[in-house]
Each structure stands twice: as C-alpha cells, then as structure tokens.
C-alpha cells in the first residue's frame, strides 16, 4: 500500500548542530507521488513546511531542505544549523493532486538544546 | 487570520456521551478532511467531504459520523463517545495537492 516511514524520535540535537531526519516511502496506487514535510509547533496546528512535486528536485524553506529521490524512494529532510526554535514534531507525507488524500509518516519529535 | 479554526481546543467528554467537534475555513476550500492522532502516531483520516451536503469515508469511520452544512463548516460527531476515541483530532482544508490544517482538538473520553 501507501505508506511513510521516518525516523522515529525524539531527535535531540544541539543549537548550530546539523540535522537530518530521514523519510522513506512506498507510493503503490500513486502514480505521480508528491513529497511534503509538515511541521508542529508546541500547542499549535501542522503547517506545511516544503513540498516538492517532481523527482529530482529539491524543495527549501526556512533553512530546511527535502530532495525527492525516485530511486531510493526517499525525502530526508536536513539543515545544516538548526535553532532551539525549530524544536517540533515533523512529518513526512505523500500525496497527489489527482489525489484527495495524503499518507503522513508517524512524526519525528525534534528537541534542540540551547 | 486563521484560516482554519477548530472548536473546542479541548473537551473531556463522558462514556457513551456525545460530542461534536467543530471545524471552520475561510479558505474558500473544496475538500475538508477530519483526522485522528494519536500519541507517538502519524494521523489517520476518519471522513472528509468535497461538497457541502456530502462526506465520505475514510479509513477509520467506525464510530464517527461527520456533517457538511456549508462549504465553509465540517463537524465530527461522536454519537456515543469511548475511552478508545481519546485522541487529538485535527481539521484540515485542501487546494490542489496541500492540506492546511487547524490547531487540533484534545479529546479526554473518561
């Protein structure tokens, strides 16, 4: 089927650590897989963070960066310097325009000491 | 500037009780969608709906039912509330390929 998986947390990093969070995927009914992270802030609602739409390419937001690999059917998420701020819980997700639904991963706790 | 609000933000709710959750975008949305999330979990769709007057299941739609009265407004109703259905629910709009998501709704089942 369908499916998500990422890294399972908590990730505790410390500040101007970099950061990796893998995603890996499984799109068996999609035909043309879109590729997003969401992102949830303590106490508020998921917020989509970067979404990339076409294998190959690479998706940017907020110092966070995605790239859509067809071949190792994958979507890490990185940044080379995280902030206490980006303390979070992140998810990965595939979808399709086509498509009314989207699959998330079960999410990956970010915990970033000062 | 909300676009998608949710109400309550929390509610403990008794046993075999009724509850209704509330869901509003100003997104000028289609589709709505109700999700289930719980603890260490991804979330999972229970309904969703791509026109007023109509919802459709999703993949968890036992013991919820969900109403569409406008485009702008989703409940989720709980006719008979259990201690499994503690969780927090989430609303989301769609455009496109995106879902924009609400704050979410603890939900206490005691």
């Known amino acids: 089927g369908d499916s998500v998986t990422q890294t399972e947390g908590p990730v505790t990093v410390s500040e101007s650590e970099s950061l990796i969070i893998n995603c890996t995927y499984s799109a068996t009914s ?34 966070f960066e995605a790239t859509y690999n ?15 701020s980006d303390s979070a819980v992140y998810y990965c997700a595939l979808g399709e325009n086509s498509n009314n639904r989207i699959f998330f ?10 | 500037e909300a676009a998608v609000t949710q109400s309550p933000r929390s509610k403990v709710a008794v046993t075999g009780g009724k509850v209704t959750l509330s869901c509003h975008q ?4 289609d589709y709505m969608y109700w999700y289930r999330q719980d603890t260490g979990h991804g979330l999972r769709l229970i309904h969703y709906s791509y026109v007023a007057d109509s919802t459709e299941k999703g993949d968890i739609p036992d013991g919820y039912k969900a109403s569409r009265p406008s485009q702008e ?10 201690l499994s259905q503690t969780a927090v629910y989430f609303c989301a709009s769609r455009t496109g390929g995106s879902q924009y998501f ?3 709704t603890r939900l206490t089942v005691l």
């Not at chain 1, 067809?70 to 206490?84: G, N, R």
């Not at chain 1, 991963?105 to 000062?114: A, E, N, R, S, W």
């Open chain 2, 73 to 82: 407004n989703f409940s989720l109703i709980l006719e008979l509330a259990s």
């Open chain 2, 26 to 29: 100003t997104n000028n949305h």
């Open chain 2, 102 to 104: 609400g704050p979410g």
């Open chain 1, 30 to 63: 999609i035909a043309y897989p879109n590729l997003f992270w969401y992102v949830r802030y303590p106490g508020e609602g998921l917020q989509l963070l970067l979404k990339v739409i076409t294998a190959g390419q690479k998706g940017s937001s907020r110092g």
């Open chain 1, 70 to 84: 067809k071949e190792t059917t994958s979507f890490h998420l990185q940044k080379a310097s995280v902030q206490e």
């Open chain 1, 105 to 114: 991963g079960d999410g990956t706790q970010l915990v970033v000491k000062p």
